[in-house]
């Protein structure tokens, strides 16, 4: 052992011999024992690491702490958050389960690693049915309420349960579930407070709340404060912990008349139609970097075809609105004619013929190329009140031309 390590262990056990003399009258071992050794705190852990990297105990010391996250909710798979009062960890066990929230433990140390992953401190290769002694339940932390502010520069909450209020899901995640489906990839969603800063809230695929539908109003989130690298992040316990009732800050409530986000890989749920003009270029649901859009192009890999298909909303009924409007999100490249955007009060949303309705042309804002996402802007629908208004993307392309076109996140709300 390094000299600089053994200081602060030897300053450990000068500074604990009381705390862990009485600590002895509440292990409860049931089968299982477990030499104490000398006793560290989590603080101590993470001054071992700084001083010498990462580190293996070869013998006996123990720290005792409270779970605040564990494998329920699915989002934390060999994982175990806690802390005590001096700093937090995460702790990888060789199995899932064993330590949930509330349980307060000693764990001997002898086997296990302290280190570092992308900023997080944590403990390795932990056996919790040969190294761990709960010595209570229901010990359970009161989350420390921080600003977004806070996470982003005090790295001392990295590892704590923290609260966070009078915040709400980033505009452009709204309608969004917390993550895809299992398989594919884990996903990160963005929270914002009333000034604009932000901070990431990241969830498993494996997470049971996965495919929930985030809450779009403003309100409280309690989770873990985290960070990958540069990143500072929020990782979510269970849905419900982000108790959303508020108004946003924008005074609305951030519930809409539709969305359309292919989050679930399916081009024509909620009553979407494509209408082929002409040739026989689709569109479909495409995959990238964690993000699924609609995607229509067409080049089939050697040439270019003749090409005019559109997508069509289903029938909105718009007659209880005010200030109804729409937005959307464009991604493009290669050379191409722009993609259209019309709306109709007309069209027969159930087996009408795209060339038969009156289509109006709508001005917004298009990618300009190079896989640039572009926000079309608030396109106004006051014009097209209705029981039946709809929305058509339109894709065209010759036999020498044609731009490759991506569109998501299409909202329909009272502006």
Known sequence: M?????????????GAFMFSSCEKDLDKPKGLQLAIGDTLTIGDLAQIYADSGTYRFTEDYTFWATVTADKIGGNFYKNVFCEDSSAALNMRTLADGGLYVGDYFRVNLKGSTVSRYAGLLQLDSVDVNKQVIIQANGQFIEPRVVTINDLNTDVNLVGRLVRLENVEIQDGDIGKTFANPVGTSAQNRYIQDCNGSTVIMRTSDFAGFAGTLMPSRNGSITAIASVFNADHQLLVRKATELEFDSLRCDGSTGEYILIKNFE??????GGWTQQTVLGSTQWLVSFFSGNNFAKVTNWNGTANSVADVWYISPAIDLTGTASPAFSFMTMSNYTGAQMETYVSTNFVSSGGNVSTATWDPVQANYSQGS??????????????ISAETTIGYRYTGTGSAGATWELDDIYVFEN
Do not use: F, K, Q
């Open 264 to 269: 679930d890989l399916s081009i024509t749920s």
């Open 2 to 14: 390094s000299s600089r390590i053994s200081i602060v262990l030897v300053a450990a056990i000068m």
């Open 371 to 384: 896989w640039v996402e572009t926000p079309s802007g608030t396109i106004s629908l006051s014009p097209y």
